[in-house]
C-alpha cells in the first residue's frame, strides 16, 4: 500500500453546537463515546489504517489539549471547510487521506478497503455508500440522500487525495461553497445541463463524479463501499444516540 498521510477536520461552524451540548461536551470533537473521545477514535482508526502523519484542524483550545495528547498536529482553521482542507494539503502533502472527527464508528478496515478499491489513474476519490446497504446495517437511520439515475447514495466523509493536481478539486469546492447562498451562481460555476439532469434524476453517480472532475480539471474517482456504517457520522443528537446503541453505550 502506498504511504498516506491523514488530515482530520475538527473545525466549528460557530455559535452553540446542539450536537455538543447534547453529548454534554465544549466541542463536538470531545464528545465520549466508550471512554473515548470522537476525536481520539478517529485518529486512532486512521493511524491503524496505515497513516504515517495525522493532523487535526481545529483552533478550538480543548481540542488543541486533546490533539496534543493524541500526539497529532495541530493545524489552524481557515475561512470555511474548503480552505481548510487546501492548507492541511499544502502542508502535509498527497497522498492525503481526509475524514471528520464526528466519523465515530470509523474503522481502519474500511480505510484500507477504500484505498485498495481506488482506481489507480484517479487524482481524487470519494467514498460511498448506497441506500440499500445503509440500511441493512442501520435501520431506520436518517440520511441525506444524493437521489440519482442509478439509487440513492450516502456521502461517507472519507475522501482520497492521490496527488497535487487534486488540489484542483478543492478549488471548485471552494467557488461552490462561496455561492451556497446564491444558486444561480453554483449553476454557472457547475452548468445547467448538469443541475437540469440532477433535478430530473437523470444523472449517474459516476456521470457526476467526471463532470465535476472535467470542470476541477483531475480524474475523480467514485468508490462504493460495502460497509454501510461507513456513513453515519455525528451531526445530529439522533445520530449520536445511534452510535451509542451500535457501540454499546
Known amino acids: 500500500m502506498t504511504a498516506f498521510q491523514a488530515l482530520v477536520l475538527a473545525g466549528s461552524r460557530g455559535g452553540d453546537d446542539p450536537v455538543a451540548a447534547y453529548g454534554g461536551a465544549s466541542h ?3 464528545i465520549r463515546l466508550q471512554s473515548e473521545t470522537l476525536l481520539a477514535r478517529v485518529v486512532g482508526a486512521v493511524r491503524a489504517a496505515g497513516a504515517t502523519r495525522v493532523a487535526v484542524i481545529s483552533s478550538h483550545p480543548e481540542v488543541r489539549a486533546e490533539i496534543a495528547r493524541l500526539g497529532a498536529e495541530a493545524l489552524d482553521e481557515a475561512a470555511g471547510p474548503s480552505l481548510s482542507v487546501r492548507a492541511g494539503a499544502l502542508r502535509l502533502g498527497t497522498p492525503l487521506l481526509v475524514t471528520t472527527a464526528d466519523h465515530a464508528l470509523l474503522e481502519p478496515a474500511w480505510i484500507t478497503r477504500f484505498l485498495a478499491d481506488t482506481p489507480p489513474d484517479a487524482d481524487v476519490t470519494v467514498l460511498v455508500a448506497a441506500r440499500a ?11 441525506t ?22 488540489l484542483g478539486v478543492i478549488d471548485l469546492w471552494r467557488r ?28 449517474g453517480l459516476r456521470d457526476a463524479a467526471a463532470r465535476l472532475g ?13 460497509f454501510g456504517l461507513a456513513s453515519v457520522d455525528v451531526d445530529k443528537p439522533a445520530d449520536l444516540d445511534l452510535v451509542r446503541e451500535l457501540t454499546g453505550r
Open 28 to 30: 463536538k470533537a470531545l
Open 133 to 143: 446497504t445503509v440500511e441493512a446495517a442501520a435501520p431506520g437511520t436518517k440520511r
Open 145 to 166: 440522500w444524493l437521489k440519482l439515475a442509478d439509487g440513492d447514495w450516502s456521502g461517507c466523509n472519507l475522501f482520497y487525495l492521490a496527488n497535487d493536481r487534486a
Open 176 to 203: 461552490v461553497e462561496a455561492e451556497r447562498k446564491r444558486p444561480w451562481k453554483m449553476a454557472q460555476i457547475l452548468g445547467p445541463g448538469m443541475l437540469l439532469r440532477y433535478l430530473s434524476r437523470r444523472l
Open 214 to 226: 472535467a470542470l476541477a480539471g483531475v480524474r475523480a474517482g467514485i468508490v462504493e463501499t460495502p
